[in-house]
């Protein structure tokens, strides 16, 4: 009987944790108990859950096959779990799967001024937890640093009672990128631009995006780390005139990375840029550009493709 009622005790340990409250982008959000009817957005913030060992926690996710970004990994992951919008969900689509909890972010399943926010989710009982690189779309915050992913990973830690495994995640992590990053020589920094899309005008990460922390961590700066936003449309030319030494594609979609470096080689315009001339390029996948578990395994490709390691 003993036993038993311990590990009864033991069991309900993390529900025991609750109250808690995180703090969300502008707001602080309390939870009375963990999520058991969770809804993620977008390939990063589902793997984020799952990797949380979350899967038995959600009813769903949402904003992943319509940007064609799901891998043979992620597939594996998700596969007992429905997937209720191909892209940004609506709120009838959420409130239909009866969720209590939503992890989104701005311009991750979310738009400011949309149908979709925390305010109008709130009344219908689903809780959200917002991507903390997204809050820069709602006020002001830090620039992008690897705290950004390790924060979120430690507050669904909190917020579904499963802190231990956030911390043990995080601290292994930080164990890794110190590992990987340790020969860096960060006395002359790389000029490092990233290509996301687009062909009139590049897509490109700014100060407020991971990648700007990430090629940092590897030992480069972002051209474009004075561009006060996170990811966003700037022009050609200050591409060219700021001449990076590499070229980070993002790979996803229905534009390939190859069709990307193809462009860029093709184009008279950029023959001179010392990335292009030297062939020079490393290739990240969306999941691993994006916030989230796979950050460390990207610092690791950009460290490489900078440094020959």
């Given at each position: ?34 999520p ?37 990994e992620?597939?594996?992951?998700v ?11 609506t ?9 209590d ?32 690189e997204?809050?820069i779309?709602i ?20 917020i ?46 700014g100060a ?5 922390a ?5 030992g ?12 966003a ?10 001449n ?13 990375a ?52």
């Amino acid at each position: 009987m003993k036993y038993a009622l311990l590990a009864l005790l033991a069991s309900a340990a993390p529900a025991l944790a609750h109250p808690v409250t995180v703090q969300s982008c502008n707001r602080e959000v309390t939870f009375d108990a963990p999520p058991a009817r969770a809804i993620s957005n977008d390939v990063n913030l589902t793997e984020m859950m799952l990797v949380l060992g979350l899967r038995d926690r959600m009813v769903g996710y949402t904003g992943i096959s319509g940007w064609k970004t799901l891998d043979e990994e992620m597939r594996a992951g998700v596969a007992e779990l429905p997937e209720l919008s191909a892209k940004y969900p609506t709120k009838e689509v959420l409130a239909g799967a009866e969720p209590d909890f939503f992890f989104a972010g701005w311009n991750y399943g979310m738009k400011v001024g949309g149908e979709v926010t925390p305010e109008t989710l709130e009344p219908l009982g689903i809780k959200t937890y917002e991507l903390t690189e997204s809050c820069i779309h709602i006020g002001p915050k830090a620039r992008s640093s690897m705290d950004d992913m390790y924060n979120d990973i430690l507050n669904l830690g909190t917020i579904f009672g499963v802190s231990a495994k956030a911390e043990e995640l995080v601290a292994g992590w930080k164990a890794r990128l110190a590992e990987v990053t340790a020969g860096v020589d960060r006395s002359k920094p790389l000029r490092v631009f990233v290509y996301d899309s687009g062909e009139e005008t590049p897509f490109t990460a700014g100060a407020y995006a991971m990648p700007t922390a990430m090629i940092e961590a590897a030992g480069g700066i972002n051209i474009m780390d004075d561009l006060e936003k996170s990811w966003a449309t700037v022009a050609w030319e200050p591409v060219v005139e700021r001449n990076p030494e590499v070229i980070v594609i993002v790979n996803y979609g229905d534009v390939t990375a190859e069709q990307k470096i193809a462009f860029l080689e093709a184009n008279p315009a950029f023959a001179n840029i010392d990335a292009v001339k030297n062939d020079r390029y490393v290739v990240l996948e969306y999941v691993e550009a994006t916030p989230g578990p796979r950050n460390i395994r990207a610092v690791e490709k950009l460290v490489a493709g900078f440094w020959g390691n």
